[in-house]
Structure formats: structure tokens, C-alpha cells
């Protein structure tokens, strides 16, 4: 398209600001227009949380404050502070997509809302409260081709999903997995207080987010399995909240259907690294999670953590930077999904096949 895509941004915590900064790191940035905020928070505290980042550092390109909007490197960007859907004149701001980064809406009722009040496509980052709230749950580089321009609603899933879900459909096709059990080892939340407090349902929640390693709930197992359904039932995951402000990793144990071998798993891992170099990394040399801060793959395999016990049992690890790399996959999506609304449909290549020349 010769013309700008015009986004907007519904919700501007640790994703939508680390979307911001991502476009504008992006040779898509070009391509892409932030016309529009929609954020709570003042504009004061917006515009110093754009600028200065303690986890990804301060912002490449300059910031400033303008009447009712903030002003990158040059380009206006209209803020709203609404607190609903309906408040905000998205018609009138002629976007062409919205990046939902709240996180406050879920179900197809609730997104319907964004529809009706002017928002002509919705791309979430969350999964959504299920797979029949959305039009269509993208992780890159498994089912993103499956898109056809016609949707509305589509989620791009939450970073596990992104890390796991194509290391595990590599392992699927290349050896069988017939268990896997996921335990992810997640940096710190904003739904977590700094010392202990009244603060969620949850109890393990409401202790201090960096005293404590602290067990909660997650939805990967189903996560996974709304994208690779053929791994149903197959599928457990836990989680553990780790007192570090960035990067996570997924300890992955798996049975295999064949007999496998160590340098057989890093060897299908370092291949797809080669071939999608821009969603996959490996690496095999001593690494501590600090190393994938600021990085913007899915997920990187770490080589030298791969374990087998008898023939058929094995154990990986899978880093990711839980913000930038979803963010980054956030704008992979929003560039899929902008280019097909130029083009004509095409009937979409399965992911089965996409996987195999992997």
C-alpha cells in the first residue's frame, strides 16, 4: 500500500509502550502511522514513560508533550484518557487498525464494543477468553499465513505461546510428542506488589514480587492446544514467578513418540534458526536471562540445557524477552494482516506445509 497504515493504541502499559518503541525501531515504521492513545494515566507520566524505560532504556528518537498529545520524533499522536470503548471518536480518528493493549476486554461481547463504536479491526495482545471470542489466534510463523483480511477480531496470543508453540511443532513433526509438560519461569507483573498487601484473589499474589519465587495459575496448556489442537490432551503447564524484571524461559520436558537423540533435537533447533531467523534463535553457549533482554525473537533455544533421560524422554529450555519479543510479533501481525487488505484473497497455505520447509 502507498499509503500509511493509521494505528492507534488502547491501553499504553508495558505493551503498548514497548509496541511503540518497537515500530519505531522497525523498518516498518515508515509504513505505519501511530495516530492515536487511549490511556488512563496523564499525559505527564506518559510522556516520561515513553522517553525513560528501566528495562529497555531510553527512547532512540525524541519525545515531547504537545496540547492533548504527544509528539515522537516529529509526529502527533492524538491521547485520549476514556475509560470505554465507546468514549473515544475512532472513527473519526480514520484508523485502520487498533492494538488492544489493555487487556480489559476478553470476550466477543465485550470486543464487539471497539467494533460499534467506529474500530474497523482489533488486534488483541492477549489471547482473548477463548478461541470463539476471536476471528482468528495468530502465533507468527505457525498459522499467520491463515489470515485472509477479512477479520475483525484476531488475538496474537500471549508471549508463552509465541516461545512454545513453534519449538513444540517442530519437536511434534520431527519426533512425535506424546506429553509435554511446560513450566515457565516468568519475569515479574504488574499484577504484582513490590511488598506484601491486599492486592488479588489470587493469594500467592498479594506477597512481594521480589522477595519470592511465587507459583501462579496460567492458561498455556490451552494456549497450546487452540494452536496446535493435533497436541490435545497431550499438553500441562505451571508457572513461577521469578524476581527479575525481564526475560522469561519455559523449561520444556517431552516424550517423544521415536527414539531421539540430544544432537538430534539441537540440530532440528539450530536449522529452523537458520531458515527463520527472524522468529527462532539457538544458541548453545553459557547464558544467564539477562543476555535476551531487548531481544526480538519468540524464542530462543538454548542448546546446551538440553537433557535426555533413557531414549524417549527429554528436556530443553526456551528463553524469550516476555515484552519485546511479543511486541515485536504484535507488529509482525499488524503488518500480515495490513498487507492483505490491499491484495485480493488468496486461499492461505496450511501450516503444516509452512512448518515442513522449516
Known amino acids: 500500500m502507498n499509503t500509511q497504515i493509521r494505528l492507534a493504541i488502547n491501553g499504553y502499559g508495558r505493551i503498548g509502550r514497548c509496541f511503540l518503541r518497537a515500530l519505531y525501531e ?25 522517553r525513560f524505560d528501566s528495562t529497555h532504556g531510553v527512547f532512540h528518537g525524541k519525545v515531547e508533550q504537545g496540547e492533548n498529545c504527544l509528539r515522537v520524533d516529529g509526529h502527533d499522536i492524538a491521547v485520549t484518557h476514556a475509560g470505554t470503548p465507546e468514549e473515544v471518536d475512532w472513527q473519526g480518528l480514520g484508523i485502520d487498525l487498533l492494538i488492544e493493549c489493555s487487556g480489559q476486554y476478553g470476550t466477543r461481547e465485550q470486543l464487539q464494543r ?14 482473548g477468553a477463548s478461541a ?16 485472509t483480511g477479512t477479520e475483525r477480531l484476531v488475538s496474537n496470543a500471549s ?17 512425535g510428542v506424546e506429553q509435554a509438560f511446560l513450566t515457565t519461569l516468568h ?7 513490590l511488598i506484601d498487601g491486599y492486592h488479588h484473589s489470587d493469594l500467592r499474589r498479594t506477597r512481594s514480587a521480589m522477595q519470592s519465587f511465587v507459583p501462579v495459575a496460567t492458561g498455556l496448556a490451552k494456549g497450546v492446544e487452540r494452536l496446535l489442537p493435533e497436541l490435545a490432551g497431550r499438553i500441562q503447564a505451571k508457572a513461577i514467578r521469578v524476581p527479575t524484571l525481564n526475560v522469561s524461559a519455559i523449561d520444556l520436558m517431552f516424550q517423544t513418540r521415536d527414539d531421539v537423540r540430544a544432537e538430534d533435537i539441537n540440530a ?6 537458520e531458515h527463520a ?13 539477562i543476555d535476551f533482554n531487548h531481544d526480538p525473537h519468540s524464542a530462543i533455544i538454548d542448546g546446551s540445557q538440553t537433557r535426555l533421560c533413557g531414549r524417549r524422554m527429554a528436556n530443553t529450555l526456551v528463553w524469550f524477552d516476555n515484552e ?10 499488524a503488518n500480515i494482516w495490513s498487507d492483505l487488505l490491499a491484495k485480493p484473497h488468496i486461499a492461505p497455505t496450511s501450516r503444516r506445509h509452512e512448518s515442513e520447509s522449516v
Request: glycine share 2%.
Open 187 to 193: 519475569s515479574v507483573m504488574n499484577d504484582q506488589p
Open 159 to 175: 508471549c508463552t505461546t509465541n516461545a512454545i508453540v513453534p519449538v513444540l511443532d517442530l519437536l511434534h513433526q520431527a519426533f
Open 132 to 147: 470463539a471470542d476471536v476471528d482468528a489466534t495468530v502465533v507468527y510463523g505457525i498459522n499467520h499465513q491463515n489470515l
Open 277 to 289: 531467523p527472524e522468529y527462532i534463535a539457538y544458541s548453545d553457549q553459557p547464558h544467564a536471562s
Open 26 to 50: 522497525s523498518p516498518s515504521k515508515d509504513r505505519f502511522r501511530i495516530v492515536a492513545i487511549n490511556e488512563p494515566a496523564d499525559l505527564d507520566t506518559m510522556a516520561y514513560l515513553t
Open 324 to 333: 519485546w519479543g511479543f511486541a515485536n510479533r504484535l507488529l509482525d501481525v
Open 268 to 273: 532440528l533447533m539450530r536449522n529452523a534458526a
Open 114 to 127: 471497539f467494533i460499534s463504536a467506529g474500530v474497523p479491526r482489533l488486534l488483541l495482545s492477549h489471547p
